[in-house]
Every structure is written in C-alpha cells, then in structure tokens.
C-alpha cells in the first residue's frame, strides 16, 4: 500500500475510496472454512496465486491502479474522469459506498494535499495507548 501512495503522489494523481457493503463478512462461523480454487482454474504465468491486491490498466490518461484489500478499494490515476467511470460501472452485486478521497485504510490515515500525500497512524497509536489502562 505504501508503494501505491508513494507512485499515485509521485505522479500527483488523486488518490479516491470505494467501500463495498458485505454484512456477509461480519457473521459468526462455528469451524474454520478452507476454500481451494475451482477444478480446472489455472493461474497465469507471472501471477501470484495468494496475493491478489494491486490491479493495474492502461488507460488513454496513463496508467490506472486499483489496491483492494477485502471491502476496501483504493483507485489512482491521472483522470478524475476516468476515475468516476470506475465508480459509476453497475453495481448489481454489491452495494458500493463511494467515500472521494482517501481518508482511513488498514489503520493509516491519509490526507493529500497540494504538497504532498500524508499518512499518519495516530488512532491505531491511541488505540495502543489506551489497551494499558
């Protein structure tokens, strides 16, 4: 993730949220459950099997990226318009929150700004703080 801020910053391309809604995530599960791909499914050359996070297009504007981590959803790249495509694409399966800029993901918080893109982990650090009284 911090590759993806440091090349979206780099490149001062905005840097836009999704959240898909799955109440399904949030059920209680009495056994573990181990999924295996589907008979017949093979893995492209050069694909990692397990890590499926950071997904890539060229675009007329450049290069658009997407970094998805469970409901979570990071999209950079040159055009704002090109970005909105992406969120306006139907959504028959899920219910997709569009938050606009990045705020909040995996415990960073990141503001960008004209200058720069920071990131700060000041409520994960409370958070800890807080586990010893």
Known sequence: MRLFLAKATEHNWPIQQ???NNAFLHGHLDEDVYMNPP???NVPPGMSAHD???FTKHTLAGLMALLVYVDDILISEPSLSDIQHVKDCPNDLFT???IGDARYLLGL???CTATGTFVAQTKYCNVLIHIED
Do not use: S
């Open 18 to 20: 999704l959240d898909i």
């Open 39 to 41: 008979e017949g499914y």
């Open 52 to 54: 499926h996070r950071l």
């Open 96 to 98: 997709i929150n569009d």
């Open 109 to 111: 918080e990141i503001a």
